[in-house]
T-cell receptor, first 115, second 112 residues
């Protein structure tokens, strides 16, 4: 069964450093999501792509976070500079839409610890 | 602004017990509601998805109900097993977008 791939699985960095996360969605899925999940909370959407275009980035802290999906396939989320409060799980999800119905499939996540 | 609340935040039960997890949402204009399972340090696995026109969905020992007018959903787990131990999250999708709004989850521990 096809899965969403993410790397790295774990990342430890010092504050003010740059970090990058990669996501490879399920083949053929046009929609890709990045979520941030702080420990003990539910995931919160950071950015949504439809193919290579950003559909929703209203919750993305644009002063330090950036996301791209250049060819409409895999995606990279970058943080520069990282802050202590960025420690969280970063989840990627992808979906396809059939007749208005959609199911999001989640990757295993990247756990970030900022020291 | 849609808000999703899950009660209780944590639950510990002995093996074999039937249990109910609760989810409430403030805006009834939803397209669907989904229940997910998350194991520690892992991603999310979709368990059940209920369209706004549906009242319930069943999969094995799991049954999810939806009362859209009152803004409530429940996840019923029958004959709980230690392997059911995980965090259970509910999420709603608004009519107007594909964005999912999640609750904070219920951490379930099933004791052998």
């Amino acid at each position: 069964e096809a899965e969403v791939a993410q790397s790295p699985r774990y990342k430890i960095t010092e504050k003010s450093q740059a970090v990058a996360f990669w996501c490879d969605p399920i083949s053929g899925h046009a929609t890709l999501y990045w979520y941030r999940q702080i420990l003990g909370q539910g995931p919160e959407l950071l950015v949504q792509f439809q193919d290579e275009s950003v559909v929703d980035d209203s919750q993305l802290p644009k002063d330090r976070f950036s996301a791209e999906r250049l060819k409409g396939v895999d995606s990279t989320l970058k943080i520069q500079p990282a802050e202590l409060g960025d420690s969280a799980m970063y989840l990627c999800a992808s979906s396809s839409r059939t007749g208005g119905r959609e199911t999001q499939y989640f990757g295993p996540g990247t756990r970030l610890l900022v020291l | 602004k849609q808000e999703v609340t899950q009660i209780p935040a944590a639950l510990s039960v002995p093996e074999g017990e039937n249990l109910v997890l609760n989810c409430s949402f403030t805006d009834s204009a939803i397209y669907n509601l989904q229940w997910f399972r998350q194991d520690p340090g892992k991603g999310l696995t979709s368990l059940l998805l209920i369209q706004s026109s549906q009242r319930e969905q069943t999969s094995g020992r799991l049954n999810a109900s939806l009362d859209k007018s009152s803004g409530r959903s429940t996840l019923y787990i029958a004959a709980s097993q230690p392997g059911d131990s995980a965090t259970y999250l509910c999420a709603v999708r608004a009519d107007s977008s594909y964005k999912l709004i999640f609750g904070s989850g219920t951490r379930l521990l099933v004791r052998p």
